[in-house]
């Protein structure tokens, strides 16, 4: 089984719709990550959870937000989804006592996302 | 000028080729150095990283850091056609105090055909 799962894969949606893309790990890892991936603009952050308690925005994290239910659990939201947040989203996870500083993250498979 | 750069190809080699993908920033206080491989439809996984200038050799693939130069590279040996994917860059580092920072390049798509 997957470490890292992402649901749905695939969803299509309307513009001004409320979209949440979930993310589920059995690492035991604290830190969590969500990207979204574009053609020509590579992988950028949108926010980072270090644990439970602590959640940080990215580099573009205006039009989401998100919620850290539990350790295993991480969730990204779309309030009111636009075209432009048409894109590949992935969530990682990383541990920082793994090898040198936790250089490491684990990603998920991905959630394709298309807003119309 | 942004932070990383990196040319997105595409990069089509035969088999056996020496591949050389490159990427430069202009972030002085990163201090990690990754590459993550992308194989179409997946996640990216890590492939390798270092932290300090000079090379570090896993098998057929080689990352190379010139932090004075703020360039960093991946060469890949006896290429495969199994090597075929997109190659990220990835930096990361602290600034101001305890404020992470990963930032990941754009990718370039690698093609080794047999």
């Known amino acids: 089984d997957a470490d890292v799962t992402q649901t749905p894969r695939n969803r299509i949606t309307k513009t001004g719709k409320r979209i949440m893309l979930e993310c589920s790990q059995t690492?035991?890892?604290?830190?969590m990550y969500w990207y979204r991936q574009d053609p020509g603009l590579g992988l950028r952050l949108i926010y980072y959870?270090?644990?439970?308690?602590?959640?940080n925005k990215g580099e573009i994290s205006d039009g989401y937000s998100v919620s850290r239910q539990a350790q295993a659990k991480f969730s990204l939201s779309l309030e009111s989804a636009i075209p432009n947040q048409t894109a590949l989203y992935f969530c990682?996870?990383?541990?920082?006592?793994?090898?040198?500083?936790?250089?490491?993250?684990?990603f998920g498979p991905g959630t394709r996302l298309t807003v119309l | 000028q942004k932070e990383v750069e990196q040319d997105p190809g595409p990069l089509s080699v035969p088999e056996g080729a020496i591949v050389s993908l490159n990427c430069t920033y202009s972030?002085?206080?990163?201090?990690?150095f990754m590459w993550y491989r992308q194989y179409s439809r997946k996640g990216p996984e890590l492939l390798m990283y270092?932290?300090?200038?000079g090379n570090k050799e896993d098998g057929r693939f080689t990352a190379q850091v010139d932090k004075s130069s703020k360039y960093i590279s991946l060469f890949i040996r006896d290429s495969q056609p199994s090597d075929s994917a997109t190659y990220l860059c990835?930096?990361?580092?602290?600034?101001?105090?305890?404020?992470?920072?990963?930032?990941f390049g754009k990718g370039t798509l690698l093609t080794v055909n047999p």
């Open positions: 990835a930096m990361k580092g602290y600034s101001g105090g305890s404020n992470y920072k990963l930032t």
């Open positions: 990682a996870t990383s541990d920082p006592t793994i090898g040198d500083g936790g250089n490491e993250q684990f």
């Open positions: 959870s270090f644990d439970v308690k602590d959640i």
């Open positions: 972030n002085s206080a990163f201090q990690y």
């Open positions: 270092t932290y300090s200038s």
């Open positions: 690492k035991g890892h604290d830190r």
